[in-house]
T-cell receptor, first 115, second 116 residues
Framework: AQSVAQPEDQVNVAEGNPLTVKCTYS??????LFWYVQYPNRGLQFLLK??????LVKGSYGFEAEFNKSQTSFHLKKPSALVSDSALYFC?????????????FGKGTMLLVSP | GAVVSQHPSRVICKSGTSVKIECRSL??????MFWYRQFPKQSLMLMAT?????????EQGVEKDKFLINHASLTLSTLTVTSAHPEDSSFYIC????????????FGPGTRLLVL
């Protein structure tokens, strides 16, 4: 079985400061990892993904994430937060090692950026 | 990125009626579409996987006779909530990945259903 853990319900950061939203995963095969952002009453917007290759992945709106196989983590980061980054962030995983092909989502982390 | 649309964006209906939600891939052909349900302040729960031209695969605990899914073309999937009840009120989100783009799912904007 595959699973995703987002240990923080909420992350608070001041505008201009760096932010990190944590994600760890569990799969039996190879992980394909994703970050999505959701604004109120909206669907999910794709931010970035790790499939293979460079462990540091750069995505939309200045976000990046680092794949760490030994720690089974895929934390989302941004060097300088904006108030407009305030939203709900979801980490998701697909396991391509076992043939299981659907996305499993974490419970989400609310990011609040204060002015 | 690829664009997925949903219609309607919100719907209010009386208990006992049926509601149809459409999900369209606007600039790519979607061999597979997914339907999710999201309760307030919770994560997305996969309801079913819809493959073009074949029957949908439902997740455990999802009533296939209540949530009818049709994927008649490579750009359209529909979810019909039959005989809706207040407990069916939720945010329904579809997603799709296209031919040759299987790694990434793109999501629709969601449909807010309120059953009175």
């Amino acid at each position: 079985a595959q699973s995703v853990a987002q240990p923080e319900d909420q992350v608070n950061v001041a505008e201009g400061n760096p932010l990190t939203v944590k994600c760890t995963y569990s799969v039996s095969g190879n992980p394909y990892l994703f970050w999505y952002v959701q604004y109120p009453n909206r669907g999910l917007q794709f931010l970035l993904k790790y499939i293979t290759g460079d462990n540091l992945v750069k995505g939309s709106y200045g976000f990046e994430a680092e794949f760490n196989k030994s720690q089974t983590s895929f934390h989302l980061k941004k060097p300088s937060a904006l108030v407009s980054d305030s939203a709900l962030y979801f980490c998701a995983v697909r396991d391509y090692g076992s043939g299981y092909s659907t996305l499993t989502f974490g419970k989400g982390t609310m990011l609040l950026v204060s002015p | 990125g690829a664009v997925v649309s949903q219609h309607p964006s919100r719907v209010i209906c009386k208990s006992g009626t049926s509601v149809k939600i459409e999900c369209r891939s606007l600039d790519f052909q979607a061999t597979t579409m997914f339907w999710y349900r999201q309760f307030p302040k919770q994560s997305l729960m996969l309801m079913a996987t819809s493959n073009e031209g074949s029957k949908a695969t439902y997740e455990q605990g999802v009533e296939k006779d209540k949530f009818l899914i049709n994927h008649a073309s490579l750009t359209l999937s529909t979810l019909t909530v039959t005989s809706a009840h207040p407990e069916d009120s939720s945010f329904y989100i579809c997603s799709a990945h296209g031919v040759g783009v299987v790694e990434t799912q793109y999501f629709g904007p969601g449909t807010r259903l309120l059953v009175l």
